[in-house]
């Protein structure tokens, strides 16, 4: 949508319209649009079946071959729809960082995928892979754990996506 208003027109139009027509149509999208597909996934699993969706597709950005190459905008997409896939509200804050952690551990194959994708990335980790960490080092009943995760995380720093993470520590 090009403008606020057109947003809102065609928001309201929707929410008029049948229920059935809606879900046909988010189908359709999801038969041509593997982000569509990831994101229709993750609304209607269970949060363990989310969990396993995570997992499954950082797993697939970590582990690519010659068979089975990503590019930056398909590994982008991918843990972007990853992070949505996350609820801390949901999700146990020892598991949910540990699920972070795998998180971050993609920042290598995503910055060497693609030199035009820099600053998508860069918000991603600094910007809403922060805000999700945070969410659960703040809902986290062990600091120690916290701080374990952090400087783990920072260990290996190469693409200077994860510094921020040093400030977490201090809000626990």
Same mark, same amino acid.
């Given at each position: 949508?090009?403008t606020?208003?057109?947003y809102n027109r065609?928001?309201? @139009?929707?929410? /008029?319209m049948? /229920?059935?027509i809606?879900?046909?149509a988010?189908?359709?999208? @999801?038969l041509?649009?593997p $982000?569509? @597909?990831?994101?229709?996934?993750?609304?209607? =699993? =269970? %949060?363990?079946?989310?969990i396993t969706?995570?997992r499954?597709?950082?797993?697939?950005v970590?582990h %690519?071959?010659?068979?089975?190459?990503? $590019?930056g905008?398909q590994?982008?997409?991918?843990l972007?729809r $990853?992070?949505?896939?996350l609820?801390p509200? %949901?999700?146990?804050?020892?598991?949910?960082?540990?699920?972070m952690?795998?998180?971050? $551990?993609?920042?290598e194959w995503?910055?060497? =995928?693609?030199?035009?994708l820099?600053?998508?990335f860069d918000l991603?980790y600094?910007d809403?892979?922060?805000?999700?960490f945070t969410?659960? @080092?703040?809902?986290?009943?062990?600091?120690?754990f916290? /701080? /374990?995760?952090v400087?783990?995380?920072l260990a290996s720093?190469?693409?200077?996506?994860r510094?921020?993470?040093?400030?977490?520590?201090?809000k626990v």
């Amino acid at each position: 949508m090009e403008t606020i208003a057109k947003y809102n027109r065609v928001r309201k @139009a929707l929410l /008029q319209m049948d /229920q059935g027509i809606l879900v046909d149509a988010l189908l359709k999208l @999801a038969l041509e649009s593997p $982000s569509v @597909a990831m994101m229709i996934e993750g609304m209607v =699993s =269970s %949060q363990e079946k989310r969990i396993t969706l995570f997992r499954k597709n950082i797993h697939a950005v970590t582990h %690519q071959g010659r068979r089975s190459s990503l $590019s930056g905008e398909q590994i982008l997409d991918i843990l972007t729809r $990853s992070l949505e896939l996350l609820d801390p509200d %949901q999700i146990d804050p020892i598991l949910g960082l540990e699920l972070m952690e795998l998180f971050y $551990s993609t920042d290598e194959w995503a910055l060497n =995928s693609t030199n035009e994708l820099d600053f998508e990335f860069d918000l991603l980790y600094t910007d809403d892979g922060y805000s999700k960490f945070t969410e659960f @080092a703040e809902r986290c009943d062990d600091p120690l754990f916290v /701080q /374990q995760v952090v400087n783990r995380i920072l260990a290996s720093d190469d693409y200077c996506m994860r510094g921020k993470l040093s400030k977490v520590v201090f809000k626990v």
